[in-house]
């Protein structure tokens, strides 16, 4: 079974800053991590390989310095890694980061299984994974919890809304992993010393088949991206006082009544 596992780079979110001038995110000096989301949609392909076999490949799209994020998925058992990089990429919205990442994955093999987080932690759209479900064809399984096989059957759990969805589909496949998935394992000393050593091949434009340009980079994104701004706080909260669960109920009553919103 051939896996691709998409990951991404982000900051860590805890440090995020905004420029107060030119309203966007200060990455200078922020450290970056792999989204953690995607070390859920990792544990998901290992545990997928340590049942049934096969190959984990794990894919990342961005500058050179998100080797590091690779690495760790070396580290934590992926076989091998290739980092999608090209000027060609740079300021690519959703549409076409999810078309260049179906591209590297078209030019890595045929596969059987792509995974990827159900959302970045710094985009937060959770738009990339699924879309690169649609320029490749494969069936969509977002938020998917486990995996079996039987024969070229594949039943997924899927958290939804009113509980869990049992679904039952055929290769190829697209699943997104939450943090209910799994937890994700950590790396061993021997693969984080191997992975520090490993080779990390960069899939370049030139490497794509058939790629159309118009597709990628900020030209071919279709979102453009007004302003971005931090929401000023108008209010204070007000905190609701009382001896018991009943009496704040009713003083909060009360107050919406005061209020005439009852
Ligand atoms: C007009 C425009 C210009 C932009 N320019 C830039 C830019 O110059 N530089 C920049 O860094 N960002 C840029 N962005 C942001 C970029 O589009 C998003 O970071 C990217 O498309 C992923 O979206 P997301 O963060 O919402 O991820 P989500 O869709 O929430 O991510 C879901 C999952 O998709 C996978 N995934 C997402 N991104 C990647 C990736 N890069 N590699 C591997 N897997 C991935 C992961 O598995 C992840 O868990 C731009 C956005 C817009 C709208």
Redesign the pocket.
Known sequence: MNIVV???QVPDTTEIKIDPVKNTLIRTGVPSIM?P??KN?LETALQLKDQYGGKVTA????LPQAKAVLREALSMGADEAYLATDRAF?????Y??SYI?SKAIEKLGPFDVIL?????I????????PSIAEHLGATRLTYVLDLKIEGDKVIARRQVEEGIEVVETRFPILC?ATKESNKPRYATVKRKIASLKAEIPEIHLADLIDADTTKMG?KG?P???KATFTPQRTANGVTIEGNSPIEVADNLIGKLVDAKVL
Do not use: E
């Open positions: 998409c990951i991404k989204n989301f995607d949609a894919l990342c799209m961005g740079g300021g690519s919205d959703t076409a980061t990442l990827g987080g159900k959302q970045a710094d985009g937060d759209t959770g738009q990339t994974a997104t900020l994104s979102t453009k991206v």
